[in-house]
């Protein structure tokens, strides 16, 4: 490769990691954006797209290495230069004033001492090393003396910066609580719940869990933040109070928790602010068990030291724990967009930590039964960062003989249609089309593009005709009349005209879209697209058996299981049979023709100069073949254009056969 040409990509990738590294920071750190979400991606895909070409850029500073690593084979221990000490607890007021004592007695001094007062986040402690401004180890806390190199991992973490800026130390060790936002862990939990899987207890579980992962790409897949609240050890020593030395650890680019941070010119303040905090954790976005207190002059801390595991100039105020005992009185069975079905447990309503309580999160069948739960029981529950409580525990020698046990629903609650829970899941789930608890947002899936891709009904007109009862099964989208529409909100003649259009025009979708559009569990574009190159019709599908399914490519147990349940529950049977009275007659897609490639698969890379990459995956699916984004050992060909880089160097590497563009062409061309 041309000096000239690899020096323009160095220089070219130079600044665009500057560029990235510096609106992180705007985004973490000050909470400022400077671009949109979708012009950082931009950035980031050139910085990828050059990183392929020539691979030795991806360097472990490199902004793309947020997006993890391969697999560890387990965590390498990580001795930490200075400890990580412990702190010792106060829990009340007095506890307070006792330590103010004793540091006053140990200085000999009686006038005030000035304070840093901190929330006390519940997350994961850990020590970030860096050299020369670099990222190089990031490790938790372990036993204080050696913890686990976790560097992979936290290089995944948005707001931890790979590169500092300004004027940092060239050696300088960050100490810092790992955590996750109560919105991000409450988002998270509700997408388990949808897809079957089991939910995290609270964030902080969550969070050790994430850290812990040796897949690093698991860890770049949770929404972890940080706080850095100290430095363990420094090449410069010039800072005062430990006030400025929080300043200086975000003028670097490291997020600091600054808003919430506090002086207290005496201890007073700091027992206002300890119980001011009590106050504002409940309207906090993220969970807090306490506050730290730490004598703020830096020098002062040197004269206090340490002992055997906990310094003497720093102490953990923690709150009450937030968990009361009631009633469990019944249990409500709730129906998600997706079907699924979770027990919440209705309480004798209770107060806790200021909030009255009166439904607490069961989760699923699994963790009643861990929990041993019965109807009747006397329970403890703890308010521990979702949006309603958990049950923690049950006190069982309350228990009178009369409890009951929360049998797992065969039927849906709501439209009684059959419940399946499928081996692997701990959710049950709804399998009925037109359920009530899941029209919203089948109607959403059936109009969308790529499904039936009905243009112009999109959620606000899905909401009005909700709303008027104007449907109650995809079927009745097809019953509409023009005196119908015109009960919409700014609805006139032409938008009507159209919309009654687009409805009729979607009867001829092809058959891939029609079971795309149907919303079958496990059955994404892709799949449809299989399934409706191999069978002609729906009827012929809606009578598969399994042993024909199985027979397919990329099609496994639980998808042909998925297929057979949809078809042969009677509401969904009534439901076709509605849709194809009303004149939807999906059609096998006429582009396919043949199945010579039949089970190979093509991976495409660098600049295709005679078809798109999409143009390409097109004709090989035409074929019976299949398009991957990535090369592997079940990869049969690479069809290389210029400028391809990883991809084509991983196919030689594995020895997999690599075509031009032009030797792709006459090998498609000649199968026809």
Not at 210 to 225: G, M
Not at 417 to 424: I, Q
Request: glycine share 6%; proline share 4%.
């Amino acid at each position: 490769m041309a000096p000239a040409l690899l020096t323009a990509a160095h220089q070219q990738h130079h600044n665009i990691a500057q560029q990235l590294h510096h609106h992180n920071y705007c985004y973490h750190t000050l909470d400022q954006p400077e671009i949109s979400d979708a012009e950082y991606d931009q950035l980031l895909q050139k910085l990828l797209s050059i990183e392929e070409q020539f691979p030795e850029l991806a360097t472990p500073d490199s902004p793309s290495q947020r997006v993890g690593s391969q697999p560890l084979d387990g965590f390498s221990p990580a001795a930490h230069a200075k400890p990580m000490l412990s702190l010792e607890n106060a829990f009340d007021a007095e506890d307070l004033r006792d330590f103010d004592s004793r540091i006053k007695r140990f200085l000999s001094r009686v006038e005030n001492l000035e304070y840093l007062c901190e929330p006390k986040l519940d997350g994961v402690a850990v020590a970030l090393t860096y050299q020369r401004g670099k990222l190089i180890r990031g490790a938790t806390r372990g036993d204080g003396t050696t913890g686990e190199d976790i560097t992979q991992n936290v290089r995944t973490i948005g707001a931890i910066p790979l590169q500092l800026q300004g004027d940092y130390p060239q050696q300088l060790e960050v100490r810092g609580e790992i955590y996750m936002e109560l919105e991000a862990f409450q988002v998270l939990n509700k997408q388990r719940r949808e897809e079957g899987e089991a939910t995290f207890a609270n964030p902080r579980n969550l969070t050790a869990g994430s850290l812990r992962q040796l897949d690093s790409k698991l860890t770049a897949a949770r929404p972890l933040t940080i706080s850095c609240y100290g430095i363990g050890i420094s090449s410069d020593r010039t800072l005062k109070t430990h006030k400025e030395t929080l300043e200086s650890l975000q003028r670097w680019g490291l997020k600091v928790n600054s808003d919430m941070n506090q002086e207290a010119s005496n201890i007073d303040r700091v027992i206002a602010r300890y119980i001011e905090l009590q106050e504002l954790r409940e309207r906090l976005p993220y969970e807090i068990d306490g506050m730290v207190v730490k004598v703020n002059d830096c020098n002062l801390q040197q004269e206090l030291g340490e002992k055997s595991r906990t310094p003497r100039w720093a102490i953990a105020a923690k709150f009450p724990a937030r968990q009361e005992q009631t009633l469990l009185e019944s249990v409500q069975l709730q129906v998600g967009r997706t079907g699924a079905i979770t027990p919440v447990a209705k309480l004798k309503p209770i107060n806790v930590s200021g909030v009255m309580v009166s439904s607490a999160s069961l989760h699923n069948w699994d963790e009643i039964s861990r929990l041993d739960i019965h109807i009747g029981d006397t329970v403890i529950i703890e308010r521990a960062g979702d949006v309603i409580p958990n049950i923690v525990r049950v006190v069982t020698d309350n228990r009178s003989g009369k409890e009951k046990s929360i049998p797992e629903p065969k039927h849906c609650p709501i439209c009684h249609s059959p419940v399946h829970r499928e081996e692997g899941e701990v959710i049950p789930r709804c399998q009925g089309v037109n359920c009530p608890a899941k029209l919203k947002e089948s109607l959403k899936h059936f109009c969308s593009r790529g499904a039936m891709d009905i243009e112009g009904l999109g959620d606000r007109l899905i909401d009005q005709l909700l709303r008027l009862e104007l449907v109650s099964s995809l079927a009745d989208i097809y019953h509409l009349t023009r005196e119908d529409l015109f009960q919409f909100d700014r609805m006139g003649d032409k938008l009507a005209d159209n919309l009654l259009q687009a409805i009729s025009a979607s009867k001829q979708r092809p058959l891939e879209n029609f079971i795309f559009a149907l919303g079958i569990r496990h059955i994404g574009k892709h799949l449809a697209k299989v399934l409706s190159h191999q069978f002609s019709s729906l009827e012929s599908l809606s009578h598969a058996r399994s042993e024909q399914l199985l027979a397919l490519h990329e099609i496994g147990p639980q998808v042909s299981e998925s297929l057979i349940r949809f078809f042969s529950d009677t509401n969904n049977q009534a439901l076709l049979e509605d849709l194809l009275k009303e004149g939807v007659n999906p059609k096998s897609d006429e582009q396919v023709v043949g199945d010579q490639l039949q089970g190979q698969v093509f991976v495409f890379t660098g600049s295709l100069e005679q078809f798109s990459r999409k143009e390409g995956e097109t004709l090989v699916e035409a074929q019976g073949g299949r398009a991957s984004g990535s090369v592997s050992k079940k990869t049969d060909y690479v069809v290389a254009g210029p400028g391809a880089g990883s991809k084509l160097a991983k196919a030689e590497q594995l020895g997999v056969t690599v075509l031009s563009e032009n030797d792709f062409l006459k090998m498609i061309y000649s199968e026809q």
